[in-house]
């Protein structure tokens, strides 16, 4: 009787002791509890709770550990048991490389990659840009812009890659001679770099075996078809200056030169007009050019006095108050060479103005394009 007694004192003392443990564990004085719930309030917002991502470091980001949370546990609800064995004292120096649990917002502010410009004396960023161009124009303009790109960012230098080849448009033809007359069979070409010779092009250009054809550049293809229309497939005479006199006038201009002027002929005005004045060749529509050119006068006084002017079915006169003018000079070369000297920028900004000079741009071309011609012709 007494061992039983002395078995259920014992139970009933365990049982009053693990109720006394219960209670210290779970509850607090309220005091105490609301104190540590307020200084939790105040700092919990200094906390990211969300995931972190890497932000470019090559370490791991490791979220809180079950003693960080313990420890966390612990400074809130006041738990003292075991305290020094759940946390331990990070070194001084510790510094993590990326935001962890426990790293405060402003810390996280200022966590980033710390980026500048180079000092004058370290290395140039370099860059390689490769383009393509539709024309030589479009390349001159983009490299103009990059030039004055590096010069306000000298720490940048743009390198510009125009080794892939420009589409070059322009005419493939073959003058057949014969005794006293010749004709030109031509094609327009899109890109002359790409041409390749088959039984088409033999059977258009009218090629003989071995025989190359000739290649006439220009700036767009629609220039190309322009020359073409003008010049393929008519029979010229090799020594027109001799066969047509003043009843047949032939196809060629002819030009005088002045010191201070021109006289350009659309058609014959006198035998032995050799002597006197340049053959031009069939470089225009007489039609097309007496409305084209008859803006001349008025176009370019922007540049000079007109002193003479006028222009009509046969022959337009043209001169200027001084001697050597430039524009002038320029004008004449036109005619001559078949070298266009004029930029745009130096006509007025009209309509007029820019008709006439792509007007001119197309005269210089056919010039251009009939001296050579010319030449296999008589060679």
């Known amino acids: 009787m007494d061992s039983n007694q002395n078995e259920i004192d014992f139970l009933a003392g365990l049982t009053l002791e693990l109720s006394d443990s219960i209670k210290n564990r779970t509850y607090t004085p309220s005091k105490e509890f609301d104190e540590d719930l307020i200084e939790f309030e105040k700092f919990k917002d200094s906390f990211i709770f969300a995931p972190i991502e890497n932000n470019g470091q090559d370490e791991e980001v490791v979220g809180p550990t079950l003693e960080e949370l313990e420890a966390l546990c612990l400074g809130v609800f006041g738990f003292e048991e075991n305290h020094e064995e759940i946390v331990e004292e ?32 370290e290395e140039v960023l370099n860059v390689e840009v490769e383009l393509e161009f539709e024309d030589h124009n479009e390349q001159e303009i983009v490299e103009q812009v990059v030039e004055a790109f590096v010069e306000e960012e000298p720490f940048i230098d743009i390198v510009l890659d125009t080794t892939a080849p420009l589409e070059m448009p322009g005419i493939a033809y073959n003058v057949l001679v014969g005794a006293s007359t010749f004709c030109v069979k031509a094609l327009c070409l899109k890109d002359l770099s790409r041409f390749e010779i088959n039984d088409s092009v033999n059977s258009r250009l009218k090629l003989e075996e071995g025989d190359e054809p000739h290649f006439f550049v220009t700036n767009t293809w629609e220039r190309a078809e322009v020359l073409v229309d003008q010049i393929a497939n008519r029979r010229f005479t090799k020594h027109e200056d001799m066969i047509c006199n003043i009843g047949d006038p032939g196809f060629s201009w002819w030009l005088e030169k002045r010191s201070n002027g021109l006289s350009v002929y659309f058609k014959s005005y006198k035998v032995n007009r050799v002597d006197e004045a340049i053959r031009l060749g069939p470089i225009g529509d007489v039609q097309v050019a007496l409305m084209r050119l008859s803006k001349l006068g008025k ?44 930029n745009l920028n130096q006509f007025p900004d009209d309509k007029e103005a820019h008709t006439l000079f792509l007007y001119l741009q197309e005269l210089s071309d056919v010039r251009a394009w009939w001296l050579e011609i010319d030449e296999i012709a008589n060679s």
């Open 90 to 121: 990070a070194p001084a120096s510790f510094e993590p490389a990326v935001p962890s649990f426990f790293t405060t917002y402003e810390d996280v502010q200022t966590f980033d990659i710390d980026f500048k410009m180079p000092d004058e004396d």
């Open 299 to 342: 176009v370019f006084k922007n540049f000079f006095p007109v002193s003479e002017f006028s222009c009509d079915e046969n022959a337009l006169h043209f001169a200027t108050s001084f001697e050597n003018q430039e524009a002038m000079n320029n004008l004449i070369t036109l005619f001559e060479r078949g070298e266009f000297l004029f």
